[in-house]
């Protein structure tokens, strides 16, 4: 069963939280709140933070230069996951994915299911791993943005969750690039 090892060291990873909206500024980002403060409560570094519109080059571009930064160990996106037109977050980034994470998406699902139900069906979220860096993509309300977090991500962003956790696999996470051919 999950647990925590104490006798590990915390280890702060850097973290970059990316809100999609037309709407929202940093004065009014509710969902982008929520994940500060939890990114902030468990220990880890907010590196970076904003705010573009529901545009797939926009958001492509934001996330990619963040994944060559090297400071940043995990992408956290908010907003675009539903099915209007100008829903695009997954569209944006799953072309990034050298490695989709299926998993992040049903465990979410499920855990959003206890809370509203069927309307969990309305969101696309979604995770993979590029160039060595974790990317989740939530939905853009401030429910969905804790229930991501307290259900999933603050365990599996702890190297002292057991028994295994994404921080122990980080280190590893470009060896594919590195490989012999």
């Known amino acids: 069963m999950s647990r925590i090892d104490e006798s590990r060291p915390f280890i702060p990873v850097g973290i970059a939280v990316l809100t999609v909206s037309d709407t929202r500024r940093l004065d009014d980002d509710r969902s982008g709140d929520t994940l500060v403060a939890r990114i902030a409560e468990a220990g880890h570094r907010l590196v970076a933070r904003a705010i573009v519109q529901d545009d797939k080059a926009a958001i492509f571009d934001q996330v990619q230069t963040w ?92 190297y002292r969750h057991m028994p295994c956790n994404f921080v122990e696999i980080m280190p590893r996470l470009d060896e594919h690039l590195t490989r012999a051919k």
């Not at 944006?92 to 998406?105: C, I, N, Q, T, V």
């Open 67 to 158: 994944t060559s930064d090297d400071a940043i160990d995990v992408v956290i996106t908010t907003g675009g996951t539903g099915f209007t037109g100008r829903d695009v977050t997954p569209e944006a980034l799953e072309p990034l994915f050298e490695k989709r994470m299926d998993g992040f998406s049903e465990v979410f699902h499920r855990i959003s299911y206890d809370k509203i139900g069927t309307s969990t069906i309305q969101s696309r979220a979604t995770g993979g791993v590029a160039n060595a860096t974790f990317i989740f993509v939530l939905p853009g309300s401030p429910g969905a943005c804790k229930d991501a977090w307290d259900g999933i991500l603050k365990l599996q962003l702890d």
